[in-house]
C-alpha cells in the first residue's frame, strides 16, 4: 500500500484527510507534534479518534524541548514582536511541526505527506515549503485544498462513512502551545470588534499584586523566582502563574504571506512578561549599538520565521549575531504582576553598565572634567554649524 503520513490535529479538516485517503487506499500515518499544546489525556483521545477514523497508525512526537532550543531561545534574544504586538506563537510552531512530520515520513519511507490546510491562510505556505525543501521527493496532498472544500461537506463525507464524532464547531478556535494561544472567532473576520471577555481561554483569577523575579544566563530563562529550571519548564511555570492574572491578551493585525491582512487574537502571559523582561535586562547590560543593530535584525529574524523562510540559510546568520549579543544578559528581572497588566520594577546584574563609577546621570560627573565636556561639545556641534553657516550664505 501506499503510505502517507498526515500532520493530524485531530480537528476536522485532518480527520477528513484521513478518511479519504484511507478510503483511496492509502496506508495512513497520522503524527501529531506537541509544542506545548497537548495533555497526555488530549493526546490519548486524538490517537482513538485517529484509528477509528481509519489511520493505520498514531504517533505523537513530544517537540517542547526542540521548539524551544529551535526557535523559542531566538525569539527572546531579538524580543520579536510582530508589529510590535504578536510574539509569533502559533507560526513559529507551524515551522518545527513541519520539521518533524516530514523527518518522520522520511523515516518510516513514505512516499506522500498530507496535510488539512485550506488554500485561504499561512499554513500551506509553512508546511508545503518545508516539506518541498527538506523532502523534495515526497508528493504533498492536500484534499482540503484542492477540492475547495466547506466544513458541511467535510462532515456529510465522514457521516457517510460512518464516522460519528462530535463536530460541533466551538464558537472559538483556540490553538495553544508553548508560546502562547492563538484565539480565532466571527469578532476576527471583523475590523471593529474585540473578542469578548470569555473568548480568552484563561480567565482573571488573581486580584493581588504579585511580584516574581526573571533570571537570566546569556539571555536563557534559567531560573524563576530563584529557582533554576529548564528554559521551557520555567515558561510552563510562568505561565501558570501569570494567566491567572488574565495577561498577555491582545489582538493582530498583520500581513499574510498569500497577501491578503489578517486578524488574530492571543493570549500569551508568559511570552510577553519574557520579552519585555530579557528587553530591560539589555538595555543595561547592552552597548547603545548592539541594541541599535539588534532591534532590525531580530524584527529580519522574525518576519522571515512568519513566513516560512526557516532554512534559508540567512536565519543561522542572524541566530549566530543573536546569540553572539547575549554574552552579558545575565542577571535577575523584577517583576509585579497585576490584573491584565504587568510591571517591570528592575534588574540586578553585574553586567549592569549603570555603573556609578563613572557618574551618575543627571547628578555628578567622576570620569571627566567641566572643560572636558565643553571640548566635546564644541566639536560634536561642529557639523551642525558648518550646515548652518552654508544654509545662511547660499
Keep these: 500500500m501506499k503510505k502517507v503520513v498526515i500532520a493530524y490535529s485531530g480537528g476536522l479538516d485532518t480527520s477528513y484527510c484521513a478518511k479519504y485517503l484511507s478510503e483511496e487506499g492509502f496506508e495512513v500515518h497520522a503524527v501529531s507534534v506537541n509544542t506545548g499544546g497537548f495533555s497526555e489525556e488530549e493526546i490519548e483521545k486524538i490517537g482513538s479518534n485517529a484509528k477509528k477514523i481509519g489511520a493505520d497508525t498514531y504517533k505523537n512526537i513530544d517537540a517542547v524541548s526542540s521548539f524551544y532550543e529551535k526557535v523559542v531561545k531566538y525569539l527572546i534574544f531579538g524580543n520579536v514582536l510582530k508589529n510590535n504586538t504578536y ?19 522520511k523515516q518510516i519511507d513514505a512516499k506522500y505527506i498530507a496535510h488539512g490546510s485550506t488554500g485561504a491562510g499561512n499554513d500551506q505556505v509553512r508546511f508545503d515549503m518545508i516539506f518541498q525543501i527538506i523532502a523534495p521527493e515526497i508528493e504533498i496532498i492536500t484534499p482540503i485544498r484542492d477540492k475547495k472544500l466547506a466544513r458541511p461537506e467535510e462532515i456529510d463525507y465522514l457521516k457517510s462513512k460512518g464516522v460519528e464524532l462530535n463536530w460541533e464547531k466551538a464558537k472559538y478556535s483556540v490553538n495553544k502551545g508553548l508560546w502562547g494561544t492563538s484565539v480565532g472567532g466571527a469578532e476576527t473576520l471583523t475590523s471593529e470588534k474585540p473578542l469578548p471577555e470569555e473568548a480568552y481561554p484563561s480567565q482573571l483569577k488573581e486580584n493581588d499584586p504579585k511580584q516574581i523575579s526573571l533570571g537570566f544566563t546569556k539571555g536563557e530563562f534559567t531560573s524563576l523566582n530563584g529557582k533554576k529550571d529548564s528554559p521551557e519548564k520555567n515558561i510552563q511555570k510562568l505561565e501558570e502563574i501569570a494567566n491567572k492574572y488574565a ?23 508568559a511570552a510577553q512578561i519574557i520579552i519585555k523582561a530579557h528587553h530591560l535586562l539589555e538595555k543595561h547590560t547592552l552597548s547603545k549599538w548592539q541594541l541599535q543593530h539588534k532591534d532590525y535584525l531580530a524584527n529580519w529574524y522574525g518576519t522571515h520565521l512568519h513566513e516560512g523562510q526557516y532554512l534559508e540559510p540567512v536565519m543561522r546568520n542572524f541566530e549566530a549575531f543573536l546569540e553572539s549579543s547575549q554574552e552579558q ?8 504582576l497585576h490584573p491584565y497588566r504587568f510591571q517591570l520594577d528592575g534588574i540586578r546584574s553585574k553586567y549592569d553598565l549603570m555603573n556609578s563609577g563613572f557618574g551618575k546621570y543627571g547628578e555628578e560627573n567622576k570620569a571627566w572634567t567641566a572643560n572636558d565636556a565643553k571640548g566635546f561639545i564644541k566639536i560634536l556641534s561642529n557639523a551642525g554649524k558648518i550646515y548652518q553657516h552654508v544654509k545662511e550664505e547660499g
Design 87 to 105: 510574539p509569533l506563537s502559533v507560526s513559529a510552531e507551524r515551522i518545527i511541526q513541519a520539521i518533524e512530520i516530514v523527518n518522520y515520513a
Design 247 to 269: 495577561i498577555g491578551r491582545d489582538i493582530h493585525v498583520g500581513d499574510t504571506i498569500i497577501g491578503i491582512k489578517g486578524r488574530v487574537g492571543f493570549e500569551a502571559a
Design 329 to 336: 544578559v545575565t542577571g535577575e528581572v523584577f517583576v509585579t
